[in-house]
Each structure stands twice: as structure tokens, then as C-alpha cells.
């Protein structure tokens, strides 16, 4: 027990460094870049600008970084967990069949529609829940996501379908930030190279903060591509290692809708929204439009199909009744 707890411990502890990372680096680059206006003496107008530009993607960073650490993830509704009887009634039966009988039976009137890789409904044992399409099981946040993408330790959170936007616009202000500083800092690096420039104070921060920018740009250049290939396709990192599984068979391009509904389903239909960290994606996490019209059916046309059902069992009646009627009419 105690060899667990040291180990919850130094994760706990690993992730709070994870996310405390770029908070100090964003401190001691808003330092850094204070000292550079110092070299534009005489030049009121280009200190300013630089100065508003800088602090505007300095804003949007810190904004999006904030919501995508703070915005939590979003569990399943009610109506996805198991009642205390179907529990019960689950965990005695020992046969596996039954099992899957169980859960196919609890999810026949739910929007359901993945599938586990044997055909199964897909249920997480210690959430107690049949799980809904695009949702998994974190193991660190130890709860069921919806639309889980991964779980990012340098912002201490699940990225999911409640702050995935807001981690995509994270990525593209922190690679606008560091490509605006990197282009700025460049030319009062190479100044500092040739000696035209002799401030001593600055010129530490000056080498450093051309490095640290460059670094993260390569490194978030490519995250942010990825991501951005993603979103054009409509998956999560998740589906892109481990296509889903649909009635049909997995595929990887079920939930692709084509290029611009696949940004709506992220962004949101409202335009003016998607470069602002403010909640607008489509849907409630719970249900997604599929490729496939067939597997996209509404739930209700399950009831629809059983009322159909019903129909057929009273229809011999309404026959029955209608030759009677032929018969008497006839018979006078």
C-alpha cells in the first residue's frame, strides 16, 4: 500500500511539473520580451505596435492554455449507467453470452451504435456504464470521457469533447506566439552575433528566448499538423490508432462527414466563434452523425419498427374482420 501511494504521490507531482512548465517559460518570456522595446529607443510607434501585437497573442495564449487546463472533462449522462437491479443481474450471471444479452438489452434504446471488437456492446466495468460512441475510460482521470481524444500531462487534463477546441486553439496561439517572438528576437540576435548591439542585461535573454521559441515551434508545428489532419477527417487520436467498430465492421472514416461538417462538428456553425475559446461545438458529446445513413438512424425508429411489429400482430384481426363484412354483404 504504501509502495502505491509513492506512486500517486510521484504522479501527482509529475503532472503539476508537467503543467507548471509553461506557465514559468510564458512568465519568463513576457520578462524576456519586455527588454527588447529597450533597444527601440526613438521609435515610439514601432515599440507600440510591437507591443500590441504582442501582448494580443500573449492574451489568446494564456486564455486558451486556461481553458483547456480548467475545463473539465464530461462524463456520460444518467441514462448511460446501469440501475442497481441490472447491476446485480449482470454481475451474478457467469456466462458470457448472457452477459452480452444483458447489455445489448439495457442499450436498445440507447444511441449506441460502436461496437467492441468481438460485436459486443461496449461497457466499462468500474464505471458501471454502457459506454456511448467516441467515449473511453481514462485510467488517470479514472472516469469515463466523452469523445476522448488522449490525456495531456503538459496541461494536466483529459482532452475530450468539452475542451477539445479549446486545446486545438491552444496549439495554433502557442505556434503563432513562439513564430512572433522567434521573428522579432532574430534580428537582435544576430546584432548581439556581429557586436552591434552591447547590452549586456538583455543579451542573455535575447540568445535564450530565440532558442526556447524556435524548439517549441518545430515541436508544436508538428502536433498542431496532426491535429489539424485529424480534425479534416473527423477522428480522435484515439480512432486514428484504433479504428472504430461499427454493425459493419471497423471503420476508420465512419464519423467522416466531409471537410467543412467535419470542422463544424468541432468549431461550431458560428464563424465569429471558432478563433475564441468559447464553447460551440456541435452536439452534446453523447451522439455523433455517421457516414453511414443505416447506422445513423435515429433511436426512435426502433420504437417506430416495434409499434410496426405491433401492427402486424393485430393486422390477421383487421382481416379477419373485413371478410366477415365481405361475407354478410354477400350472403344478403
Known sequence: SCSCTLLRCSACCTSWVHWEMPCLVTVWAEHGKALIPLTLSGRALCVLAYLVVFHILFVLFVWTYWKSVFTLPIQPGKKFHMSYADQERYENEERPEVQRQILAEIARKLPVYTRTGNGGIRFCDRCQLIKPDRCHHCSVCAMCVLKMDHHCPWVNNCIGFSNYKFFLLFLAYSLLYCLYIAATVFKYFIKYWTGELTNGRSKFHILFLLFVAIMFFVSLMFLFGYHCWLVSRNRSTLEAFSAPVFQNG??????????????????????????????????????????????????????????????????PQGKELVKLVVLTYSGQ
Open 250 to 315: 471497423p471503420d476508420k472514416n465512419g464519423f467522416n462527414l466531409g471537410f467543412v461538417k467535419n470542422l463544424q462538428q468541432v468549431f461550431g456553425e458560428e464563424k465569429k466563434l471558432w478563433l475564441l475559446p468559447i464553447a460551440s461545438s456541435q452536439g452534446d458529446g453523447h451522439f455523433f452523425p455517421m457516414r453511414t445513413l443505416s447506422e445513423a438512424r435515429n433511436p426512435l425508429l426502433t420504437n417506430e419498427e416495434q409499434w410496426e411489429e405491433d401492427g402486424i400482430d393485430e393486422e
